[in-house]
């Protein structure tokens, strides 16, 4: 008897019965190939994302300390309707060192700069030597604040210890303690009209602008163990609150502030040339500064692997470069220029 062979397969197909060794090491190389390249497209735009983010952050940061210092050196001289020579009085405030109550309560200073330093170059024990961050410039502004209130608001609650300016539009106004209102002379209080059309009151605001090492002091001033073990630079002020000299951190990362004074020597109301503080002062022409021009160099809040070594020129002729681990933040300069249009150009 003859017998059919039985083939297994369908005549010209083949059955695949597994992967060779060479297949499937290829199969695994073109594998890590392909997940290697999408974790790093994800990490590349991890990290992109991750500086965007800071750099957002740098600019903000940036933008909102230059409108400090810029919002303060409008109001520079303002004195509600008067010049500063026309504004007397002498409340007591409560200050710092040699920042005492006279230093504090001087309308015939409304601007003034001071050129940095090795040392804080305010006076002696208004800032402790390590809050002041070396070669810095720092300036200071005198003024009756933007809005006026009304006579009960300055008595009543904390305002009655506050300093105020009461001023009788173009004719003279006085500083006095909001306790003090019905104190003042009759051609500024009349307490059968508080708030007669021609009289308003201001609050008395100080503020001295200066770059302090650290951001959130652990003691009674900055020490290399602050901000985790990494002090951050910050703009701060010495401001009055109530009528308590205190300082205030505003804006972290500002590592750098250089300022110079256009001096309008005719009068004109044109700036002839700009110079520093240190020159302002030595030719007493405080009262002819017309404008201000301030660079504030800002950095990230985050480090970065790539080292910063530029140098950055400010007003002055000041050179900025970073050192140290300060090379690892991204960094802007911020400029503006200020026109001072309150003040007293006699």
């Given amino acids: 008897m003859n017998h059919a062979i039985l083939h ?30 999408l974790v790093q497209f994800f990490i590349g735009n991890k990290q ?12 903000e940061s940036g933008r909102y300390a230059l409108r400090q210092v810029t919002d303060s050196l409008r ?3 303002h004195w509600g309707g008067v010049e500063g020579g026309d504004v007397s009085g002498s409340p007591v405030a409560s200050g710092i060192g040699a920042c005492d109550s006279a230093w504090i309560v001087d309308p015939n200073n409304g601007l003034m700069g001071y050129e940095g330093g090795a040392a804080s170059p305010l006076p002696s024990g208004c800032v402790a030597t390590s809050d002041y961050l070396p070669d810095t410039d720092v300036f200071v502004v005198r003024n009756a604040g933007g809005d006026f209130v009304t006579s009960a608001t300055v008595k009543s609650g904390s305002n009655a210890s506050a300093l105020w300016v009461r001023t009788a539009v173009g004719r003279r106004a006085e500083l006095f303690q909001g306790s003090n209102i019905s104190s003042l002379d009759s051609d500024l209080y009349d307490a059968s009209d508080e708030d007669a059309v021609g009289l308003y009151n201001y609050p008395f605001q100080i503020k001295a602008f200066f770059i302090r090492p650290c951001s959130a002091k652990s003691g009674a001033a900055c020490t290399a163990n602050d901000d985790g073990g990494r002090p951050i630079p910050t703009l ?49 022409q405080w009262p002819r500064v017309a404008s201000v021009r301030i660079s504030l160099v800002v950095r990230s809040d985050k480090r970065t692997k790539t080292k910063d070594t530029s140098s950055y020129t400010l007003p002055g002729g000041y050179v900025f470069t970073p050192v140290g681990d300060a090379q690892y933040f991204r960094r802007k300069v911020f400029t503006s220029v200020v026109q001072i249009r309150n003040r007293s150009r006699s």
Avoid: C, K, W
């Fill in 236 to 284: 701060t002020s010495l401001s009055l609150v109530g009528n308590q000299l205190t300082e205030q951190a505003l804006a972290n990362g500002v590592e750098q502030m250089q300022i110079e004074y256009g001096i309008d020597t005719n009068q004109n109301d044109n700036v002839e040339f700009y110079t520093t503080a240190d020159q302002v002062t030595a030719n007493n």
């Fill in 48 to 59: 992109a994302y991750s500086t965007q983010i800071a750099l957002n952050g740098l600019q």
């Fill in 8 to 37: 297994p397969h369908t005549p010209g197909r083949q059955r695949q019965s597994g992967l060779s060794l060479v297949e499937l090491m290829i199969a695994i190389t073109l594998g890590l190939i392909l997940t290697t390249s």
């Fill in 75 to 77: 109001l520079a001289d």
